[in-house]
Nanobody, 124 residues
Framework: QVQLVESGGGSVQTGGSLRLSCAASGYTFSTLSMGWFRQVPGNEREGVALIVADVGRIHYADSVKGRFTISRDNAKNTVYLQMNSLKPEDTAMYYC?????????????????WGQGTQVTVSS
């Protein structure tokens, strides 16, 4: 059983930055592929970024490429999402996900464990 706790959300103005953190426990973190997703009420949860265990391969959604950076610190059992040049359309609840089954990385059904989410609000 993997427990995930996100933090770092908040309210910023357009062009601002936030860094989200997701602390994991209950599993050998270095073997976990980790993802970040976001969801706006009424919409489906969408994949934002993935960092694959061991090989460190990374994927981003086109909408965040060049602005967001996913990283991990295996010593701290934590995955991060650095978000720069934020836009109002980035406003959403952001979720950390763990235990990717190798399927489509942007599909939430490809992940087993989820955090409770942290809200990001970007005002214009």
């Amino acid at each position: 059983q993997v427990q995930l706790v996100e933090s770092g959300g908040g309210s910023v103005q357009t062009g601002g930055s936030l860094r989200l953190s997701c602390a994991a426990s209950g599993y050998t973190f270095s073997t976990l592929s980790m993802g970040w997703f976001r969801q706006v009420p009424g919409n489906e949860r969408e994949g934002v970024a993935l960092i694959v265990a061991d090989v460190g391969r990374i994927h981003y959604a086109d909408s965040v490429k060049g602005r967001f950076t996913i990283s991990r610190d295996n010593a701290k059992n934590t995955v991060y999402l650095q978000m720069n040049s934020l836009k109002p359309e980035d406003t959403a609840m952001y979720y950390c996900a763990a235990l990717w089954n190798g399927g489509s990385w942007f599909d939430p059904r490809s992940f087993t464990y989820w955090g409770q989410g942290t809200q990001v609000t970007v005002s214009s």
